[in-house]
């Protein structure tokens, strides 16, 4: 049998954060730990057919090299690593918050770090962070790309996802249903007696399926114009800004002046739409209603006061806090997924 036919070698159970070792990827090689440990540290000191054949193992489990010192590896770190898209906007500050204070309480500290909005930076990030063995990982989202899952799975560290939702997560999942909201906000807008409404969305691809989900129920109970497969949308580059709520603002006038309610997918760009329609006259909710998304401090500040999506941050912090810390502690998490849900806060400008 070559070595490439070789079935992938099983992780040892065991202590935390075990998952896949050099000796396993030493197997898969065909070779020694110590000739693996050497084609990874010091690859001139090894054979070109070495040097693949262990880079090929490598490659196929997913093994990334355990940066911390022999010694200390088989110990708890008592750190846990968070991975947000950007510390700019606020919308995630409350489940870092959360997340922060939740793991102190049992002795564990928080490391954060920033990933953007692309999946090669996340990866990037990701290796670095495996490579230092943490307690845990939490994550925001559950799109990863197939190599970042792969390492993660092989490294055996817990992993919580989190501010998304799917059956099928890396390991645990807190979260909720872009789609579902999209569907409720079309609905609730129909029910203001809206019938010609648009859709303001980052280009991030959480932003992007609350926008679709929001367009095809309003198609579905006749909120668009007649014939149209789609609702008028203007996706601007994430994270979101004030300016970008009142340039797509004025895009979307310009495509259909009739537009008479507007979902914007944070509510930073639910303000910028709402200075928008200030400075053209148009009066909130009575000519045109305004949806945002994170019910952040100021939305119940601003003139009128701005009606959105609701999201339990704390609540995400506290239950991603609470996996993380059972898993580290050797203990089962028996429901991996848990759905928090989400709630439109209905103010003034519906």
Not at 37 to 48: F, G, H, I, K
Not at 337 to 350: A, H, K, N, Y
Request: hydrophobic share 45%; glycine share 10%; aromatic share 4%.
């Amino acid at each position: 049998m070559t070595v490439v036919d070789a079935p992938l070698p099983v992780p040892r159970k065991g202590r935390k954060g075990a998952g896949l070792t050099l000796r396993d990827v030493a197997r898969l090689a065909g070779v020694a730990p110590i000739t693996a440990s050497r084609a990874l540290n010091t690859p001139d000191a090894v054979s070109e057919t070495v040097l693949r054949k262990v880079r090929d193992a490598v490659a196929r489990t997913g093994y990334v090299p355990n940066l911390l010192a022999g010694g200390l590896a088989s110990r708890k770190s008592r750190l846990v690593a968070a991975v947000v898209p950007t510390i700019v906007g606020p919308i995630f500050l409350e489940t870092v918050q959360s997340l922060t204070e939740s793991l102190a309480d049992a002795g564990y500290q928080l490391m954060l770090g920033q990933s953007g909005y692309e999946n090669s930076r996340e990866d990037a990030l990701l290796e670095a962070i495996i490579g230092r063995r943490p307690d845990g990982v939490v994550l925001t989202g559950i799109m990863r790309s197939a190599e970042s899952r792969k390492r993660l799975l092989a490294s055996g560290i817990p992993v919580v996802e989190t501010w998304d939702l799917t059956p099928t997560p890396i390991d645990m999942l807190v979260g909720f249903s872009h789609e579902h909201i999209g569907v409720a906000v079309a609905r609730h807008l129909h029910a203001a007696g809206r019938r010609r409404v648009a859709v303001i969305a980052g280009v991030d691809e959480r932003s992007r399926r609350r926008a679709r989900a929001f367009s095809d129920e309003a198609v579905r109970l006749g909120m668009a114009a007649a014939g149209v497969a789609e609702v008028p949308s203007c996706m601007v580059p994430a994270p979101t800004t004030l300016g970008s709520g009142r340039s797509g603002l004025s895009r979307l006038l310009a495509t259909d002046a009739r537009i008479d309610g507007v979902f914007c997918s944070s509510d930073i760009l639910a303000m910028g739409v709402m200075i928008e329609a200030q400075v053209r006259n148009i009066a909130i909710p009575s000519q045109l209603a305004v949806m945002g998304f994170g019910d952040l401090s100021f939305s119940r500040d601003l003139h009128p006061q701005l009606t959105t999506v609701r999201i339990d941050g704390t609540g995400i912090g506290k239950a991603a806090a609470h996996f993380i810390i059972e898993r580290a502690e050797g203990r089962e998490v028996a429901d991996r997924v848990q759905d928090i849900g989400f709630t439109i806060i209905e103010r003034e400008s519906v």
